[in-house]
C-alpha cells in the first residue's frame, strides 16, 4: 500500500499536464487540420508570415493552394495558412 500512495503525486501531476496542456493542443491541432481541409477557392486568407491573398487553387495531391496576392500568384503549403488570422479577416465586424 506504501507504494501506491508513493506514485499518487506523479500520477496527479501528470493528470494535471494532460488536462492543461496535452488536451488543448490536440484539439487545437484537429482544428487547424480541419481548417485547411475545408478551404475553398474565393476564401480569403492570411498566411503564417502575413501575407494577405484570396485562394485560387487547391491541389489535394501535394496539400497546397494557390494564392493571389497584389504581387501576383505564389504556392503555399496549406499548413502556411493561419486559422486564427483568416477567420479574423472574414468575420463581419461589430458595430460598438
Known amino acids: 500500500m506504501e507504494g501506491i500512495g508513493s506514485f499518487l503525486p506523479f500520477i496527479a501531476i501528470f493528470a494535471v499536464m494532460y488536462f492543461f496542456m496535452i488536451a488543448p493542443q490536440m484539439k487545437r491541432s484537429k482544428q487547424e487540420k480541419k481548417f485547411a481541409a475545408e478551404l475553398k477557392r474565393g476564401d480569403r486568407v492570411i498566411t503564417k508570415s502575413g501575407m494577405h491573398g484570396k485562394v485560387v487553387d487547391l491541389n489535394d495531391k501535394d496539400n497546397s493552394c494557390?494564392?493571389?496576392?497584389?504581387?501576383?500568384?505564389?504556392?503555399?503549403?496549406?499548413?502556411?495558412?493561419?486559422?486564427?488570422m483568416s477567420t479574423k479577416l472574414n468575420t463581419p465586424a461589430t458595430v460598438k
Open 66 to 84: 494557390v494564392i493571389e496576392t497584389l504581387a501576383g500568384k505564389i504556392k503555399f503549403d496549406r499548413s502556411a495558412i493561419s486559422m486564427e
